[in-house]
């Protein structure tokens, strides 16, 4: 079964730290683009951050950068979020979602398609609050 | 940054109901956008990508169109499990990827 499932949430104070997980079963790993996308308590989905199959290209949100830092173990099908100076509008379900896409990144790229985020885990909670 | 606009935000329909969500860009995208359904408490699930191609396993009562800036996602014949928030997304060429801010789809 293909299956990405997070973990590493949890309550930080303002100012913190944490470190998300997210570890990938049932698929080739290392053949996908990786992504973390948010949802804050009764709001709708922001994406954080992207890495590609092989690291060489990373991508932030500007609400984070500079803050977290994305990385990825295909080794171990694993996918990570390194999270610093964490504040309250950080406070969000946190999910890994899975891209097929390979990125257009020196156009023109006249076979590039868009597959969307095709498998997602169940999310990871983090709340910042004093 | 490429903005989504979604419309209405709230929608409320019945079962057997025919009901179409659009989803307008802040520029041309081609056809690169995919629609989410997400219920309360769940991870998003792709429902269609590439503007109009129906995921594996997504019920055919789902389709989507469009190309360049405005995009529509139809759902034939409302069945009850159908009632959730739906999401449009757009990926063009490389991050940053931008999601519309939602449209929920209540009983009426």
């Known amino acids: 079964e293909v299956q990405l499932v997070e973990s590493g949430g949890g309550l930080v104070k303002p100012g913190g730290s944490l470190r998300l997980s997210c570890e990938g079963s049932g698929f080739a790993f290392s053949s996908y683009s990786m992504n973390w996308v948010r949802q804050a308590p009764g709001k709708g989905l922001e994406w954080v951050s992207s890495i590609s199959s092989s690291s060489s290209y990373i991508y932030y949100a500007d609400s984070v950068k500079g803050r977290f830092t994305i990385s990825r173990d295909n080794a171990k099908n694993s996918l990570y979020l390194q999270m610093n100076s964490l504040r309250a509008e950080d406070t969000a379900v946190f999910y890994c979602?899975?891209?097929?896409?390979?990125?257009?990144?020196?156009?023109?790229?006249?076979?590039?398609?868009?597959?969307?985020?095709?498998?997602w885990g169940q999310g990871t909670t983090v709340t910042v609050s004093s | 940054d490429i903005q989504l606009t979604q419309s209405p935000s709230f929608l409320s329909a019945s079962v057997g109901d025919r009901v179409t969500i659009t989803c307008r860009a802040s520029q041309g995208i081609s056809n690169y956008l995919a629609w989410y359904q997400q219920k309360p408490g769940k991870a998003p699930k792709l429902l269609i990508y590439a503007a109009s191609t129906l995921q594996s396993g997504v019920p055919s009562r789902f389709s989507g169109s469009g190309s360049g800036t405005e995009f529509t996602l139809t759902i034939s014949s409302l069945q009850p499990e159908d009632f959730a928030t739906y999401y449009c997304q757009q990926l063009n060429s490389h991050p940053p990827y931008t999601f519309g801010q939602g449209t929920k789809l209540g009983i009426k």
């Open positions: 979602a899975r891209d097929p896409t390979h990125y257009c990144t020196s156009p023109p790229c006249y076979s590039y398609n868009y597959y969307g985020m095709d498998v």
